[in-house]
């Protein structure tokens, strides 16, 4: 069966550090993979997203993804977080567009 | 605001009552989704409409949850003899829909509790 796995429940950093958060999914065929993410009291909303093409995909407000599908794995990345990234974050997948299968989420905290 | 609307965003019903929520999702979008979140986890995918035909139904579904898109437009979800286990944030989303492209635009969600 489809799964999505998240490493971390809870990650606290400082501003200005690195950001990488952990996605692994199970499937063994094509898939599509999205982040999401969840600021406080706002909708969850499509941070990135993965169809084919460049593994490295590029989404809003900094944020990249690399998929790796040797590894299962779309990990979320950012160079410098901001306070303002303090939210949480989901992992996604689907097989063709309808069922999609979220992670646990990672609740990040950022301290200003 | 032309985004997914939900309604109510709140509901509180006493167990064994039945209760129902609207979804209005953005107006061009096909594609209807009712997912369920309970604390600590991600959204759980429920159902999915295309137009106004049911195409997919997750197990989690019992025969006490029934959802309907009449018309193709908006949708409800109705839960019949609510019992504790079923309080949760439950999730709307649509979206248009091609095989390399789409994307889901989630509504606010509707909590319900049941006591």
């Known amino acids: 069966a489809q799964s999505v796995s998240q490493h971390n429940h809870h990650v606290i950093l400082s501003e200005a550090a690195s950001l990488e958060l952990g996605c692994n999914y199970s499937?063994?065929?094509?898939?599509?993979l999205f982040w999401y993410v969840q600021y406080p009291g706002q909708h969850l909303q499509l941070l990135l997203k993965y169809f084919s093409g460049d593994p490295l995909v590029k989404g809003i407000k900094g944020f990249e993804a690399e998929f790796i599908k040797s590894k299962f794995s779309f990990n979320l990345r950012k160079p410098s977080v901001q306070w303002s990234d303090t939210a949480e974050y989901f992992c996604a997948s689907d097989t063709g567009g309808f069922k999609t299968i979220f992670g646990a989420g990672t609740r990040l905290f950022v301290k200003a | 605001d032309t985004g997914v609307s939900q309604d109510p965003r709140h509901k509180i019903t006493k167990r064994g009552q039945n209760v129902t929520f609207r979804c209005d999702p953005i107006?061009?979008?096909?594609?209807l989704y009712w997912y369920r979140q309970t604390l600590g986890q991600g959204p759980e995918f429920l159902t999915y409409f295309q137009n106004e035909a049911q195409l997919e139904k997750s197990r989690l579904l019992s025969d006490r949850f029934s959802a309907e898109r009449p018309k193709g437009s908006f949708s409800t979800l109705e839960i019949q003899r609510t019992e504790q286990g079923d309080s949760a944030m439950y999730l709307c989303?649509?979206?248009?829909?091609?095989?390399?492209?789409?994307?889901?635009?989630f509504g606010p969600g509707t909590r319900l509790t049941v006591t």
């Open positions: 989303a649509s979206s248009t829909w091609l095989a390399e492209d789409y994307e889901q635009y």
């Open positions: 107006s061009e979008h096909n594609r």
């Open positions: 499937y063994g065929g094509t898939v599509n």
